[in-house]
């Protein structure tokens, strides 16, 4: 069992550049530039409202607390259909930079223990509510990509 998303990063030595999606539209860049844009979002950069409504956040967080991996070809209510514009100018950028959005993260909950923060899905998220999306959004892509 992986117990921090850092746990992730090595794995994603295995993404090159070539690596081909087995599902969806993204390329190995648009990944962890999506990764990023999440981790920002827990790491308190990035302020986004909750798509889901709030009758529907119960069931919701209970299927994020289950042991029910996230489903393929999800349509994220902030991007839609499309893929993001490339940002950085490469995938080993890109990389470099996630690992240190994922040390912000960490720094942000250990100054902010009892934190609060919005996930668009899933509602108003803690720590570990947000570890437990982390571990399962970053297991979700890295399958995506056979990783």
Known sequence: MINSINEFLPKLDNLTV??????GKMTARHMVEHLILAVR??????????FSPPEKLPI??????????????????????????????????AK??????????????????????????FGDLNKEEWEIFHQKHFTHHLLQFGI
């Open 18 to 23: 070539e690596t081909k999606p087995l599902w």
């Open 41 to 50: 979002i827990s790491n308190g950069k990035i302020k986004l409202k909750c």
């Open 96 to 121: 470099k930079i996630l690992a240190a959005e994922i040390a912000d993260y960490y720094k942000y909950f250990e100054d902010n223990k009892a934190a609060f923060l919005t996930n668009v899905t």
């Open 60 to 93: 919701l967080k209970k299927i994020l607390l289950s042991s029910r991996p996230l489903p393929r070809n999800f349509i994220n209510p902030v991007i839609d259909e499309n893929l993001m514009p490339i940002q950085y100018e490469s995938l080993e950028e």
